[in-house]
């Protein structure tokens, strides 16, 4: 299918532009925060993946959308939460840096979680045979490489690229909403006969992960600007990702379905985190 084939370039180019816009600084910076580093990565990395595992469990979901739900969670940020950081005013240095690290690191992440919730349900996920090997190589080659070869360029081609960047963001999420309505067409009576149940287990992901990163960011007593990027970074995954493994990797559309409404979801979400947030932040 062509949505299937265009979803691989859609990311490459997601990831690619967001190296453009790293350098090494970048990592340093998280070193000047360390608490609000370490409570965001275990609130992201660990208690989201479980998060969305017990919202599949307890609402009873079919093995390919849990599944989805849980590739969803196990996802890093993306450009989405650093522009909606940005317009919050939250910590816009803390939410590229973590956004890298969460970028570099699901390579490995995404299918021992994968996994691990396949071992679990069963069923029909018991012939569900993960190539940890196959899937990682793939991961790197759609997101680690293009995120390194953008930090590459800016160094070596600061002026240049520096001129592209904006350019390059922009045209990255007209693609990406253009994967996302391509694949809404696509896939519509799929989507149609699960929009309740899979909506549902979005939107309970959507509001429990935004209220965890709150109520973690509060009694960590992290500095509001801290707080503000913890609730977008925790809240807003990267779809495109989720998206790509499921419908070129797992080559199963169904596994795409919770990817496909969270897109839109978190959008919402994240417009109503910018509103409340930004008055309360200086």
């Known amino acids: 299918m062509l949505i299937q084939s265009l979803i691989p370039l859609g990311l490459f180019l997601i990831m690619l532009s967001m190296g453009l816009g790293l350098t090494v600084n970048d990592f340093k910076e998280l070193l000047n925060r360390p ?7 275990l609130v992201q990395l660990l208690f989201l993946p479980l998060l969305a595992i ?10 390919s959308l849990g599944l989805g739900l849980v590739l969803i969670a196990s996802c890093p940020g993306g450009i989405t939460s650093n522009m909606l950081t940005r317009l919050a005013k939250g910590d816009t240095a803390l939410s590229i840096g973590l956004t890298a690290i969460t970028s570099l690191t699901s390579v490995f992440i995404i299918p021992l979680i994968m996994g691990a919730f396949a071992r679990l349900i069963g069923g029909e996920l018991e012939s569900f045979e993960l190539s940890f090997l196959n899937i990682i190589l793939q991961i790197s080659a759609l997101t680690a490489l293009p995120l390194v070869i953008g930090m590459v360029l800016r160094n070596k081609y600061p002026d240049v690229v520096s001129h592209l960047e904006s350019k390059m963001v922009l045209i990255t999420a007209l693609f990406f909403i253009l994967l996302v309505v391509l694949t809404w067409i696509d896939q519509w009576e799929n989507i149609k006969s699960s929009v309740n149940v899979a909506g549902t287990a979005v939107a309970l992901l959507l509001v429990l992960s935004n209220t965890a990163g709150f109520l973690s960011g509060k009694i960590a007593r992290l500095q509001e600007q801290e707080i503000t990027t913890m609730l977008i970074e925790v809240g807003i995954q990267n779809g495109a990702m989720a ?16 990817s496909a409404l969270y897109s ?10 910018v509103v409340v947030r930004r008055p309360n932040v200086a």
């Not at 608490?35 to 990565?41: C, E, S, T």
């Not at 998206?243 to 919770?258: H, R, V």
């Open 35 to 41: 608490k609000a580093v370490f409570v965001i990565l």
């Open 54 to 63: 017990a919202i599949s469990l307890a609402i009873d979901l079919s093995p």
């Open 243 to 258: 998206f790509m493994i499921a419908a070129t990797i797992l080559n199963n559309m169904s596994i795409a379905i919770p």
């Open 264 to 273: 839109v979801f978190m959008i919402i979400i994240g417009m109503v985190i």
